[in-house]
């Protein structure tokens, strides 16, 4: 059964930084396209970051660009971000995904199969 797990989530001050995980399992992970994704109360889920193919391409949202990094590592069927300079309105529930699409444009919800079950962001002082 597939399955996506992150952790890594917490308290943050504004400013501060994070590292989320996402395990992936029940598929051949380094096969799909994984994305970050988040959704703040009353608010749509949006798209963050994506790691792809070709060569492993990543992909950004325009407010996320020099704060945030995505990476993977194959081996251990799991992808990171590194979230730093992290702002008050960084604050939201954040989701991984896997897409069997491959590109830097999967930035839509609804191109994605698997998700897990979101790790909570917070940064406030």
């Known amino acids: 059964q597939e399955q996506m797990v992150e952790s890594g989530g917490g308290l943050v001050q504004p400013g501060g930084s994070l590292r989320l995980s996402c395990a992936g399992s029940?598929?051949?992970?380094?096969?799909?396209?994984i994305g970050w994704f988040r959704q703040a109360p009353g608010k749509e889920r949006e798209f963050v970051a994506v790691?792809?193919?070709?060569?492993?391409?990543?992909g950004y949202a325009d407010s996320m660009k020099g704060r945030f990094t995505i990476s993977r590592d194959n081996d251990k069927n799991t992808v990171y971000l590194r979230m730093n300079f992290l702002r008050p309105e960084d604050t939201a529930v954040y989701y991984c995904?896997?897409?069997?699409?491959?590109?830097?444009?999967?930035?839509?919800?609804?191109?994605?199969?698997?998700w897990g079950q979101g790790t909570q962001v917070t940064v406030s002082s």
């Open positions: 029940g598929f051949r992970f380094d096969d799909y396209s």
């Open positions: 995904a896997a897409s069997s699409r491959w590109g830097t444009s999967r930035r839509t919800p609804s191109e994605y199969k698997f």
């Open positions: 790691s792809t193919w070709p060569g492993g391409s990543t």
